[in-house]
Every structure is written in structure tokens, then in C-alpha cells.
């Protein structure tokens, strides 16, 4: 799949870091790790974690 947006830093970034930790069950560390080795400019602020753990839970919640 192909995430886009203007400059690639905040919003494209989070999506990708969502999906990895939500739908595809990487850890922080390694779904960080991914998203700046392809993109070194992607800008994964403590919103975008907590963001990213929240879908984690309510994954594992089932509520959605």
C-alpha cells in the first residue's frame, strides 16, 4: 500500500506506525524503527505512540 501526504513527516507516518503495531503486531521499538529507516524526516511524537497503543488495545478489546 501506498500512504501519502505533502511532505511525509506527521500524518503518513502515523498511519503507517498505526497500522504496523495495530494490524500487524510490531512492538514500539521495532514499528519506530521501520517508519524512520524509510522515511528518516517521519516525526513519531508521544501522540503518535499513544495513538498507536490505543489501537493496540482496543484491537485486543475486539472493539473494532
Not at 27 to 38: K, S, Y
Request: aromatic content about 6%; overall charge positive; some cysteine.
Amino acid at each position: 500500500a501506498v500512504v501519502l501526504c505533502r511532505l511525509g513527516v506527521g500524518r503518513s507516518p502515523a498511519v503507517v506506525y498505526a497500522v504496523l503495531r495495530a494490524a500487524l503486531g510490531f512492538d514500539r521499538a521495532v514499528a519506530r524503527e521501520l517508519v524512520l529507516r524509510l522515511r528518516p524526516q517521519a516525526s513519531i511524537t508521544p501522540v503518535t505512540e499513544s495513538a498507536g497503543d490505543w489501537l493496540v488495545e482496543q484491537r485486543a478489546a475486539r472493539a473494532f
